[in-house]
């Protein structure tokens, strides 16, 4: 059974960071290419952070110098290192894992919420 499992969300101030996490199994989890996005309430899934299995990495302009996207393999999970948070990255992040436009896989979503 596929599963993604995100995990590390929370309440944080302007500022300030937090690290998501995102544990697959299920699945040979090296051979997908892993992504995050994430939905604000009223507003569209949008891509934040894209990794390749090949370890490439792309960012939209919106969190790129801010967002880092990582993967390890042997752990089967992937990380989002989200630096200097606004309130607009205030939205529930999901993981995505891609082997082809008809094999994805999502998780739950975390809630991320950046308030004062």
């Known amino acids: 059974q596929v599963q993604l499992v995100e995990s590390g969300g929370g309440l944080v101030q302007p500022g300030g960071s937090l690290r998501l996490s995102c544990k697959g199994s299920?699945?040979?989890?090296?051979?997908?290419?892993m992504s995050w996005y994430r939905q604000a309430p009223g507003k569209e899934r949008e891509l934040v952070a894209v990794?390749?299995?090949?370890?490439?990495?792309y960012y939209p302009d919106s969190v790129k110098g801010r967002f880092t996207i990582s993967r390890d393999n042997a752990k089967t999970t992937v990380y989002l290192q989200m630096n200097s948070l606004k309130p607009e990255d205030t939205a529930v992040y999901y993981c995505?894992?891609?082997?082809?436009?008809?094999?994805?896989?999502w998780g739950q979503g975390t809630q991320v919420t950046v308030s004062s």
């Open positions: 995505k894992a891609s082997y082809s436009d008809s094999i994805t896989y």
């Open positions: 990794i390749t299995s090949g370890g490439s990495t």
């Open positions: 299920g699945f040979t989890f090296s051979y997908y290419g």
